[in-house]
């Protein structure tokens, strides 16, 4: 009997701080409204490998958001916060979904009512191990693509050593890639060592040198996406294929239903979160999502 009183006092907990969490997320939404920002659910939940860099990562978008006064920032940090803020009526609260460095498969409190979410016109940003999540989706069928997958429009496949990479700006007018073009623009070309590079990254003309670990893709929904960031060849970064030609994705942007939705493999590292041009990066990949600046979603040329 008092074993049962127990597990009935818990579960009165969970259930009060449950709708604790979503009368103050509704009351956050209605506040930055009224202030005339959007709203932002920033995920860092993870099932499988977690990377040391989220906190930098929460860090960096929340202090985004406050700088450009674009948006208001919210965290998803716990299984039972994701129940509470997630759930098809919660998500109302939001403009966008970030998965920052999410990896696994986490427990949505409804699957379907998130991809509905996103399709309905909302927007869904997912940086680098983004692509690391939902290899399996609840309720699919074994071997067949996951819808997350299909949503996001690739799938991580692996990766090796972290290395210096030339990434090339396909779409130079894409909030995401303009403040890039425009430093690289007027950044004269030059050699550029990879300790260089581990401090700080830099555009030249129309490519951006970087230095992080380089994820490899498996299905590659390639026309249905626009690429942004892409590589003319494999990363040098110690496998048998370094260095051959070839077409290998670094960020991409697409529709999904009403829905946009914007990827970058970019940030392992802590540093490249406190990358100026990296933040330069998400900050409008993040506004293109929210429908703050437009990009086309427009598949280019495979």
């Known amino acids: 009997m008092r074993i049962r009183r127990t597990l009935i006092g818990v579960a009165l907990l969970c259930a009060a701080t449950l709708l604790?969490?979503?009368?103050?997320?509704?009351?956050?939404?209605?506040?930055?409204?009224?202030?005339?920002?959007?709203?932002?659910?920033?995920?860092?939940?993870?099932?499988?490998?977690?990377?040391?860099?989220?906190?930098?990562?929460?860090?960096?978008?929340?202090?985004?958001?406050e700088k450009t006064g674009r948006w208001d920032t919210d965290f998803v940090r716990t299984d039972e916060e994701m129940q509470a803020k997630m759930s098809r009526a919660a998500l109302q609260n939001y403009d966008a979904i970030v998965f920052a460095n999410t990896t696994g498969t986490l427990p949505l409190p409804d699957p379907q009512g998130f991809l509905d979410y996103i399709k309905a016109g909302h927007g869904f940003v997912a940086m680098h191990s983004g692509s690391d999540t939902f290899h399996e989706w609840p309720g699919g069928s074994p071997g067949e693509v996951?819808?997350?997958?299909?949503?996001?429009?690739?799938?991580?496949?692996?990766?090796?050593?972290?290395?210096?990479?030339?990434?090339?700006?396909?779409?130079?007018?894409?909030?995401?890639?303009?403040?890039?073009?425009?430093a690289?623009?007027?950044?004269?070309?030059?050699?550029?060592?990879?300790?260089?590079?581990?401090?700080?990254?830099?555009?030249?003309?129309?490519?951006?040198?970087?230095?992080?670990?380089?994820?490899?893709?498996?299905?590659?929904?390639?026309?249905?996406?626009?690429?942004?960031?892409?590589?003319?060849?494999?990363p040098n970064d110690g496998s048998p294929e370094a260095n051959q030609p070839g077409e290998y994705l670094v960020s991409w942007c697409k529709s999904y239903g009403k829905g946009r939705v914007f990827y970058t493999s970019f940030g392992h590292r802590q540093?490249?979160?406190?990358?100026?041009?990296?933040?330069?990066?998400?900050?409008?990949?993040?506004?293109?999502?929210?429908?703050?600046?437009?990009?086309?979603?427009?598949?280019?040329?495979?």
């Open 20 to 65: 604790v969490a979503c009368v103050s997320s509704q009351r956050d939404a209605q506040a930055a409204r009224r202030a005339g920002k959007k709203r932002l659910l920033v995920v860092t939940v993870t099932k499988g490998f977690r990377h040391d860099s989220i906190p930098v990562a929460e860090e960096t978008i929340q202090s985004l958001g």
């Open 146 to 182: 996951s819808a997350y997958v299909r949503m996001l429009g690739a799938e991580f496949a692996g990766h090796h050593r972290q290395c210096a990479v030339d990434a090339h700006l396909l779409d130079p007018k894409h909030p995401a890639l303009k403040p890039i073009a425009a």
């Open 184 to 234: 690289g623009a007027h950044t004269p070309v030059t050699t550029v060592s990879d300790e260089q590079l581990q401090k700080a990254s830099v555009a030249q003309g129309a490519t951006w040198k970087a230095f992080d670990e380089i994820y490899l893709f498996k299905n590659i929904d390639r026309a249905n996406m626009r690429a942004l960031l892409t590589l003319d060849k494999h």
């Open 271 to 302: 540093e490249m979160w406190r990358d100026p041009l990296y933040q330069q990066h998400i900050t409008g990949g993040i506004e293109f999502a929210l429908g703050l600046a437009k990009g086309s979603t427009q598949p280019n040329p495979l």
